[in-house]
């Protein structure tokens, strides 16, 4: 859906709810907003999301969750596309900021990855919403300026410190999506992965040839008994995570 993206409505309307800032468009006028808040707003709508999934937060569900009529709701929000950017601007303002003081870029990187790690794991429908053109609220400004900051000291310039936390921020975005297709699979089926795995152990023993598929099945055998199934979230993270500080590392060494 493109509502399910970040950015899909209309930008002038959208920056304006997210900076409090009346348009032309309402005539200077603010809409009822002494009864609802739009954090408040963004709150009941996330409360949706988390519990039933995004496609389970529209407009008319909103406006029956606040006691109010669906046309009373847009004089607060011009439509379901700028209250997903509300939703995510409320919730980046609000997230847990963990970031250590001191001279090791290493643990404010890791701080902030592990903060995001968290933003996804309370709200997992944050991890498949596309952001590659972000309005930029004030909640977003605020999370941008305490994640650079992280990295601020490094020697690698603008540039590179833009593209450094991308990069961070991009593994952590990928493994919440995987860690939330693990979830989904487990509920699907019923069952965890060492279940999933044990349930087909028979008829995998009987397809899958050693001789074959020598190097695949000693080290799949190794990981699965180790992780207990195919793929494990914590373990990818945990794995994951200092092999993206030293590449950085090496790129920070590398800098003049």
Known sequence: ???????????????????????????????????????????????IADAEGLDAVTMRRVAQELGLSPMALYTYVPGK????????????????????????WRARATA????????????PW????????PP????LMAKYEYEL?????????????DAALTHLLG?????ARAAADERAAQQDSAMSDQQWWEANADLLARVLDPA??????????????????????????????PRILDGLAALIDRTP
């Open 112 to 123: 902030v990855a592990d903060d995001n790690r968290a933003l996804y794991a309370a709200h």
């Open 81 to 104: 596309a700028e209250l997903l950017d509300l939703m995510l601007d409320t919730l980046y303002a609000t997230m847990p900021r963990t970031t250590p003081a001191g001279p090791d």
């Open 1 to 47: 859906m493109a509502s399910n993206r970040s950015s899909a409505g209309d930008p002038a309307h959208t920056l304006a709810l997210l900076w409090g800032v009346p348009t032309a468009a309402t005539g200077g006028r603010r809409g009822p907003r002494q009864a609802h808040s739009p954090a408040a707003i963004a709150a009941t709508a996330t409360r």
């Open 136 to 139: 930029l609220g004030p909640g």
């Open 171 to 175: 593994f952590v975005q990928t493994c």
């Open 126 to 133: 944050t991890a498949a919403v596309p952001t590659t053109r």
């Open 149 to 161: 900051s992280a990295l601020e000291g490094t020697g690698l310039d603008d540039v590179r410190l």
């Open 212 to 241: 074959r598929y020598p190097v695949a099945t000693r080290v799949g055998a190794a990981a699965g008994q180790a992780q207990g199934g195919a793929y494990n979230a914590d373990h990818a993270y945990e794995f994951g995570l």
